[in-house]
């Protein structure tokens, strides 16, 4: 069985610029929820996804933007990237909103 | 707004040794207390949950405690091995299962 898997899994982008992280959760679950961890601190919720509809959004600009597929699979999308927004973004995945969630790899972000 | 403190931030036992990480949460509507951990560069792994309507839970040398009118709920480890060597986090969640976490606490266990 496939866990949550992200891609990329390291990024590189410059001040400015756009990126879009992925997300494909474990088959079989509906709900994706995304995470900031910056080195030395807990994950920060960014957004949560259950059937395609989002269900709460966490205190970030409106830089972050996500959305889910059909599939469940999910997008993170940030804009106008600052050197800040460097850090680890981490997808969850579980059945329903409130079950366990799996955590992807992550994917490593680094804005120069 | 949402919020867990968990206490504390560093924790070096020596193996063998018990460790005990404490957290308090501040929505009185979460229902759902997940303990993740996390070894440099890796994902959070779920190790131990509970939910509002039981008060401990154990699976070996693992057990989590909660108290919901103090808002507090805690991870207690037993026979700590070096291995257990990691970050711990503590969250709450509620029906969407939005995970607010706390800071983390650094576990060193010690030969």
């Known amino acids: 069985d496939a866990g949550v898997t992200q891609s990329p899994t390291h990024l590189i982008k410059t001040r400015g610029q756009h990126v879009t992280l992925r997300c494909s959760p474990i088959s079989g679950h509906k709900s994706v929820s995304w995470y900031q961890q910056v080195l030395g601190q807990g994950p920060q919720f960014i957004f949560q996804y259950y059937e395609k509809e989002e269900r709460g959004r966490g205190n970030f600009p409106d830089r972050f933007s996500a959305r889910q597929f059909p599939n469940y699979s999910s997008e993170l999308n940030v804009n106008a990237l600052l050197l800040g927004d460097s850090a680890l973004y981490l997808c969850?995945?579980?059945?329903?909103?409130?079950?366990?969630?799996?955590f992807g790899q992550g994917t490593r972000l680094t804005v120069v | 707004g949402e919020n867990v403190e968990q206490h504390p931030s560093t924790l070096s036992v020596q193996e063998g040794d018990s460790a005990v990480i404490k957290c308090t949460y501040s929505?009185?509507?979460?229902?759902?207390f997940p303990w993740y951990k996390q070894e440099l560069g890796k994902r959070p792994q779920l190790i131990i949950d509970?939910?509002?309507?039981?008060g401990e839970k154990k699976d070996q040398r693992i057990a989590v405690t909660l108290n919901k009118t103090a808002k507090h709920f805690s991870l207690h480890i037993t026979e700590t091995q070096p291995e257990d060597s990691a970050v711990y986090f503590c969250?709450?969640?509620?029906?969407?299962?939005?995970?607010?976490f706390g800071q983390g606490t650094e576990l060193s266990v010690k030969p």
């Open positions: 969250a709450a969640s509620g029906i969407w299962g939005k995970l607010i």
């Open positions: 929505d009185s509507a979460s229902n759902y």
């Open positions: 509970i939910r509002s309507n039981v």
């Open positions: 969850a995945s579980s059945l329903v909103g409130d079950t366990e969630a799996f």
